[in-house]
């Protein structure tokens, strides 16, 4: 039997493979933003009307509509462990979902340690010569092969990535669902003038032939608007998104001056809108790599000049970086950050930005977003130790190798004109300058 027979044999609906291949008290790997719908939908559903039990899940970012904020089960019937959140899972926090600390440079460990027994996955409609491909998503590249079965969604619209390995034949997947959907479009947003002044501080300080990571958020969406006045950049990145898709086809991004990896794009996973899926599509010149690879500071820290930039909730007058919390309260992870501002440490000729507005916009007035110190609860997402630089768009604080007062000083000079008074009276109150 070729390929075709082998996979027409095991074409089924949601409800067979389920039935077939996941009995209750089971451990399931799902791939998180591109997520096989109509197969978690179904696994769902039979742990609210008790068909399953004892079923542990692990994923991420699970776009769509899932209902988790409404699964009030005992943990023993169903728990989704999730190392990224979302609004599905922020939703669930407190009900059926629970936060796993973890650096996405350790996503495979994580695998590794869990071993499920199935996962349930997105995949390409087979090539000719019989593969699948994961879309680009490094972090199933990373579960999959841990995985003792595979059952699939089969979807169209995924686009049929470059990748180190993220093509499996159909000998490899136990289950084929035929079911093809929209995936989640996620355009970017018009950045705020704060956002588009902070991002200048970082563009003028991005060097024609650099390479660059571009975190989640409108100041990396500013960022990445501001450099299209450069050229022979180089992108290796968690996250590829539409910028960089734009930033390629216009020829800024062209990864030849590059000396790790040279002459393609590297990146993680993407989501974006139609135009991202569609560049990526059978496109040579973006390779998505495992997190083992994308997220590994050592990696990272392999390409010269690599200029990190990402976000964060706070930032306290010391320098410690919280880009995943509310208080106590998980609203994201730590994600590739750390690995990221890492890499950039120890890269020859690299630099790590943590960029934010200066105030928080909130139901109760403006909030600084620097602050004396962290609110209780906060997740530490980046020490101080390892932060380079925190730019607001009142300019760029240095802080690498910066004593506790002068910390204090840099920080203050950078938060909004409102609140300087007052973060330089709790500094001089808690000690921290003098």
Known sequence: ???EGEYHAKVMTASEAIERFVPSGSKLYTSGLHVATVLVNELIAR?????LSGIDMWGNWMNGRFPFSELDVPAEVFRYHTYFAGPNERGGFGHCVAHIPVHFSDVLGLAKAVKPDVAIISVTPPNEEGLCNIGPLGFTADFVPQC???????????PFVSGDCHTLPVSRISAFVEHDEALEDLALKQPSAEERKAAEFVVERVNDGDTVQLGIGGISDAIGEGLFCKKHLGAYTEMYSDVFARLQEAGVIDNSRKNYRPGVSIGGYATGAKHLYDFLDHNPDVVFASYNEVC???RIALND??????TAISIDLTGQVCAESIGPRQYSASGGQMNYVQGAKYSNGGESYICVTSVAHTKKGDVSKI???LAQGSAIT??????????????????????IPERCKRLIAIAHPDFRDELEFEARKLGLLY
């Open 1 to 3: 039997m070729g390929w």
């Open 47 to 51: 742990v609210r009307d008790g068909r």
């Open 148 to 158: 003792a079965t595979v059952i699939a969604q089969v979807n169209k619209n995924l």
């Open 296 to 298: 590994n500071p050592a």
């Open 305 to 310: 000049n690599l200029i990190s930039i990402n």
């Open 371 to 373: 602050v004396p110190m």
């Open 382 to 403: 980046t020490p101080r130790n390892e932060v380079g630089c925190i730019v607001t768009e009142y300019g760029v604080a240095e802080l690498r190798y910066c004593d």
